[in-house]
T-cell receptor, first 114, second 111 residues
Framework: QQQVKQSPQSLIVQKGGISIINCAYENTAFDYFPWYQQFPGKGPALLIAIRPDVSEKKEGRFTISFNKSAKQFSLHIMDSQPGDSATYFC?????????????FGSGTQLTVLP | GAGVSQSPSNKVTEKGKDVELRCDPISGHTALYWYRQSLGQGLEFLIYFQGNSAPDKSGLPSDRFSAERTGGSVSTLTIQRTQQEDSAVYLC?????????FGPGTRLTVT
């Protein structure tokens, strides 16, 4: 019930291409869906997040698409750059008392070829 | 302003020893979370503090793990009698509402 399933495990795209990472969740109590970017040796950095009252959110080259009925959300990276090469994690949280701990997907290792 | 800081960045310890990991959250953030990142288990929640309320310890894997938060700010995660399976990166995050901001983590290696 608490799982967040992420795919693909790894992704290779050419510079300038579109990177798409997908996540699916089961717990309908989740109400906040962030994406994190992590470089080797660093902590996860918040990239972009969405609430279920909207179907899409765009920030620069990064877009989240959200499908509440399918319980799925995805990250699109437009015009992918070699500097985008990192591991990306989707996550979800919902209020449990006052706690909002994140449940993470398993991660996607993105490689953008120059 | 300053982000979340953690110390030490790396810790190597012998099996059976106790270790303490420290987290300094972003100033003004009332919520603090500890997570563990390991190859086998991914990123998993450990414990949550909110203000002066009792912590949510539901993610702690065993009673060898404990944490405290002093003065609503700095937090210390303590692992007693460390085991090899405790080897992981321990991450701290702080939050004022929905968004959680992570520190760089402490890489713990138990030999």
């Amino acid at each position: 019930q608490q799982q967040v399933k992420q795919s693909p495990q790894s992704l290779i795209v050419q510079k300038g291409g579109i990177s798409i990472i997908n996540c699916a969740y089961e717990n309908t109590a989740f109400d906040y869906f962030p994406w994190y970017q992590q470089f080797p040796g660093k902590g996860p950095a918040l990239l972009i997040a969405i609430r279920p009252d909207v179907s899409e959110k765009k920030e620069g080259r990064f877009t989240i698409s959200f499908n509440k009925s399918a319980k799925q959300f995805s990250l699109h990276i437009m015009d992918s750059q070699p500097g985008d090469s990192a591991t990306y994690f989707c996550a979800a949280s919902g209020a449990s008392g006052s706690a909002r701990q994140l449940t993470f997907g398993s991660g996607t290792q993105l490689t953008v070829l120059p | 302003g300053a982000g979340v800081s953690q110390s030490p960045s790396n810790k190597v310890t012998e099996k059976g020893k106790d270790v303490e990991l420290r987290c300094d959250p972003i100033s003004g953030h009332t919520a603090l979370y500890w997570y563990r990142q390991s190859l086998g288990q991914g990123l998993e929640f450990l414990i949550y503090f909110q203000g002066n309320s009792a912590p949510d310890k539901s993610g702690l894997p065993s009673d060898r793990f404990s944490a405290e938060r002093t003065g609503g700010s700095v937090s210390t995660l303590t692992i007693q009698r460390t085991q090899q399976e405790d080897s992981a990166v321990y991450l701290c995050a702080s939050s004022s509402h929905y968004e959680q901001y992570f520190g760089p983590g402490t890489r713990l290696t138990v030999t």
